[in-house]
């Protein structure tokens, strides 16, 4: 535009005069077209994130009275309850514990089933299978599984061990327990997103590394892996979403339980929302899980961007 | 293997590492990953329905039964939950399709004032799952007369940022000219999105219905939470209290019964279509 306004002022003004009187009424249309996801936004977004920052700085003072402002004590209290310590330390375990063998896991699976035949289509469909059901149908599943001396478990493991653990009633076992069905409910996920990484790394990469007589570890390791950066970025991000929402198998397993070792911090939340109805408390808690998504959020923008064409 | 046949193979895979050492170690793995939904197949019709040393194997029996799933179709209203859950899942998917057509529209083809921030807006929504936000959530629910109802499960996910992106791509890939003599022969906005990019745009559209459906289909928390009554309980929410009291009960070919019926449908539909499932999940990324 500065172009044309050198070239000549009277055609930049016509210019000028025709865009917006086009762009006025389009702007318009534009915002009318966007209204309805907006409206849901505001409500189910926007103003709740609003609500909840609001929820966490009051406190009622007596049951039923009206809530009073109360500045950090909500944070306060969370930070001296020993079971929201323990939910934040089992979410940092949890986290470190599923998403680093989901992803080596399910990188093994996409580079073993790469190649797309009859045999690997099956093996990937078992693989994928467990994404598809609901997280508590899998814990309903798991309960047998886990139970001692009857379940699965202790039916085929069982007799190779002495003494088999229990596996959700032992407070040093239990988070673990529940960390081996994440693993095994989200690596079909996973596997997807590289076998579709693995698609795009170029043949010429290869060919140049057999010329150069690399062994399959320096393949894997110079050629695949750093075009699989992207992807794993991208998985990273969904992996660390789901270890902060979902916890729908805590609740069928352990209810947090044995003495908050399964705790997590969306569960805790919950607990707080609705067994305690301490408002402020669940709120502070949402808070400290929104600062993590936050974090998670600006870290990851630019592969967010990416994955969905974020250029406007 | 001769020259030609070992060049149809993506060079990803040829002699990698993962396959020569892997491919035996994956299916075994497979068989692993296979088991928790053997064991419930083979559980859901053992006649022996209570927990002894038998209940465990996953050697299918001489004479399989019905009746635990006589017995978990009596002890929960499992058609009720399905009508819910089926309302839940269309409800949400039908006025999601409006949404995000609407949305992916205007952020695809048109110009105007404040666009970018309003795509980071709409951003906003891909991390702050409402499933974080299921306190305020619940509150807005309860302020808008919606406790305590489907409409109210439904809510929050009327507007969706995966989906708007979705058809911000696919429509933006739509060439502009077929737009344009729509526009000359004096069609409305309305008109040409109903009549050229929708049409264009159905393999995206089923896509983004695969994930969404699989996504509520499953949900479980924040439906809990929403609803009170026992009859207005989805399938999940319905589930977990069916476990709850078959578990007291030790019933485990009961539960798996039960659990068997929950998961089936999506299933049947995935090895049905596994193509597409697997195609729309890869687009999804993001629920």
Redesign the interface.
Known sequence: MADSAIDGGRVWHAEVARRTRRRAPRAIGAYALLLPSLAGLALFTYAPLVQVAWDSVHMRRAPGGAPGFAGLANYDAILADAAFRKAVVNNLIYAAGTIVPTLVIALGLALALAHSDRVNNLLRAAFFMPVLIPLVAAASLFLFIFLPNVGLLDFYLGRYLAHPPNWLGDPDVALYSIMALTIWKNAGYYMLFFLAGLQAVPDEAYEAAYLEGATSWQRLWHITLPYLMPTTGFVTVIALLNVVTQVDHVFVLTKGGPSDSTNLLLFYVYQQAVESYDIGKAAAGTLVSLSVLAAVTAISLGTLERAFGGRT | MPLRRRRA????????????I??G???V??LL?????A??LV?SVRPQSF???G????IPDVAPTLRNFMEAWEAADFPRYYLNTVIIVAGILAVQL???T??G???AR????G??S??Y????????????????????VAR?GLYDTLAGVM??Y????FG??LM??TF?AIPRELEDAAQVDGAS?LQRIRHIYVPLALPAFLAFAVVSV?AH?????WP??VINSPDKRP??VG??AF??GQ?GAQA?GV??A??LL??AP??LL??LF?RR??NS??TS??K
């Open positions: 193979l993506p060079l990803a895979t040829r002699r990698e590492v993962a396959p020569r892997g491919l170690l994956v299916q793995a497979a990953w296979l088991v928790p939904m064991w419930m559980a927990a002894g040393p209940m465990a194997s996953l409006l949404t995000i609407l949305a529209y205007a952020f048109l110009a105007f004032p666009k970018r309003l795509f807006l709409f951003l906003l929504q891909l991390m702050l799952v409402p499933v974080v936000l299921i306190v305020p959530n619940l509150t807005m808008v809510a929050p009327f507007a969706s940022a708007t992106f911000r791509q933006a906005v699989t289909w499953n949900e479980f928390l809990l939470m399938l999940t589930l977990a476990t709850r578990e485990w539960i798996a039960g659990t929950v998961v999506l299933l995935f090895l596994q499932f697997i999940f890869v990324g993001i």
